[in-house]
């Protein structure tokens, strides 16, 4: 089973700054099969990125996503109110089984 | 546009069985593009995949659920089903279905990204 590590936990941005999510796994990923999703609360999960690097139907070009291997990047451009919210990575380049990162927290700082 | 609607008790004793159906409305489940998944996430923690079904019939599980977990598919009445035997406390949580994308492998396809979620159901595990 691949286990995936977050980081930072929290973190801290005033809107209009840049936000840089880590996402690692403790093994490679195959075919770049990550996903990134957002959770506000008492909301179910938003898909924002696939295969890695591309945007969900939708989702605003602020938000890419990047890396291969064992190491993926969510990036947010310029923070908007709305962005706060907790980000997840999901590997499904093995499976079963499929599995989520612990979230990254991102607040107001 | 694709709608997924979670049913089933809120409340499950302790050793019993937990049952929840998916209902799709605004697709087909019979779509040879997609798996259909459910997911779980405890009060304040993270998400848990616990398996998915295509339309055929065909099942991937979590191994650490799988020798109590059962999902299955109704075509005819466009539904999907979860259940999850002999649950304990660790088994409350929110619990979603969701349209996964198909993911192909080398040797085999399976679930990937999950582009639609049901609203989630909270199911509490209490005598």
């Known amino acids: 089973e691949i286990v995936l590590t977050q980081s930072p936990g929290t973190l801290s941005l005033s809107p209009g700054e840049r936000a840089t999510l880590s996402c690692r796994a403790s093994q490679s990923v195959s075919s770049s099969y990550l996903a990134w999703y957002q959770q506000k609360p008492g909301q179910a999960p938003r898909l924002l990125i696939y295969g890695a690097s591309s945007r969900a139907t939708g989702i605003p070009d602020r938000f890419s996503g990047s890396g291969s291997g064992t190491d993926f990047t969510l990036t947010i451009s310029r923070l908007e109110p709305e962005d706060f919210a907790v980000y997840y990575c999901q590997q499904y380049g093995s499976s079963p089984p499929e599995t989520f990162g612990p979230g990254t927290k991102v607040d107001i700082k | 546009q694709l709608q997924l609607q979670e049913s089933g008790p809120g409340l499950v004793k302790p050793s019993e069985t937990l049952s929840l159906t998916c209902t799709v409305s605004?697709?087909?489940?019979?779509?040879?593009?997609?798996?259909w998944g459910w997911i779980r996430q405890p009060p304040g923690k993270g998400l848990e995949w616990i398996g998915s079904i295509y339309y055929s019939g065909s099942t991937y599980y979590n191994p650490s659920l799988k020798s109590r977990v059962t999902i299955s598919v109704d075509t005819s009445k466009n539904q999907f089903s979860l259940k999850l035997s002999s649950v304990t406390a660790a088994d409350t949580a929110v619990y979603y279905c969701a349209r996964q994308d198909r993911a192909r492998h080398y040797y085999y396809d399976s679930s990937g990204h999950i582009g639609y979620w049901g609203q989630g159901t909270l199911v509490t595990v209490s005598s």
């Open positions: 605004g697709g087909s489940i019979s779509s040879s593009s997609y798996y």
